[in-house]
């Protein structure tokens, strides 16, 4: 099983240019997230989806836009990117409420200068 | 508000020895919590979680421990072996699905 794959894993943007990170995920999982990680910050939640068709802020939603059109599908957009957003993406997902277990992808790096 | 702290932002063990993480968390309403483990290039890996009904969980060489009186949460593996070195992150679950992260502890095995 390939569990989470996001692509791509690395990625450079001029300031203002747009980008879609994808996450795919072949567990059947319901629930799926995005988080950034920085330096010395851990991992802070972007946004999340508790399954197919729905999505929901997390704590720093600002400056992204995300989608879950299909179930093993989660993608997250940039539309206006910002040097602040360069930082280390990942995608994770779940099998439901019972289990905190994420299982996350190897990570996606964007840089904006 | 959530936070999530840990008390040390390095841990240096030598190999063989016992590991302690520490971390402080601040939801009185948090019911879950978790352990995860980050190798350099990678993502989060779980470890371990506890419920809030319980002091105290074992898995294979590690054990997590709960004291909800003073918020607190720490991470033992025995008998630490080099494969161990990562950063060690608690997160804690105060609401909706939605995981609080540390910020995580470096965890260096010296030979």
């Known amino acids: 099983n390939a569990g989470v794959t996001q692509t791509p894993k690395f990625r450079v943007l001029k300031t203002g240019q747009s980008m879609t990170l994808l996450c795919a995920q072949d567990?059947?999982?319901?629930?799926m997230y995005w988080y950034r990680q920085d330096p010395g910050m851990g991992l802070r939640l972007i946004h999340y989806?508790?399954?197919?068709?729905?999505?929901a802020k997390g704590e720093v939603p600002d400056g992204y836009n995300v989608s879950r059109l299909k179930k093993q599908n989660f993608l997250l957009g940039l539309e206006s990117a910002a040097p602040s957003q360069t930082s280390v993406y990942f995608c994770?997902?779940?099998?439901?409420?019972?289990?905190?277990?994420?299982?996350f992808g190897e990570g996606s790096r964007l840089t904006v200068l | 508000g959530e936070s999530v702290g840990l008390h040390l932002p390095t841990l240096s063990v030598q190999e063989g020895d016992n590991s302690i993480i520490n971390c402080a968390y601040s939801?009185?309403?948090?019911?879950?919590f978790i352990w995860y483990k980050q190798e350099s290039g990678k993502g989060p890996q779980f470890i371990i979680d506890?419920?809030?009904?319980?002091d105290k969980r074992q898995g294979q060489r590690v054990t997590v421990l709960l004291n909800k009186t003073v918020k607190h949460l720490s991470l033992q593996i025995a008998a630490t072996q080099p494969g161990d070195s990562a950063v060690y992150f608690c997160?804690?679950?105060?609401?909706?699905?939605?995981?609080?992260f540390g910020q995580g502890t470096r965890l260096t095995i010296n030979p």
């Open positions: 567990m059947n999982h319901e629930y």
């Open positions: 989806s508790v399954g197919e068709g729905t999505t």
């Open positions: 994770a997902s779940s099998p439901g409420l019972n289990t905190g277990e994420l299982f």
């Open positions: 939801n009185s309403a948090s019911d879950y």
């Open positions: 997160a804690e679950r105060g609401g909706a699905q939605k995981l609080v």
């Open positions: 506890i419920r809030s009904n319980m």
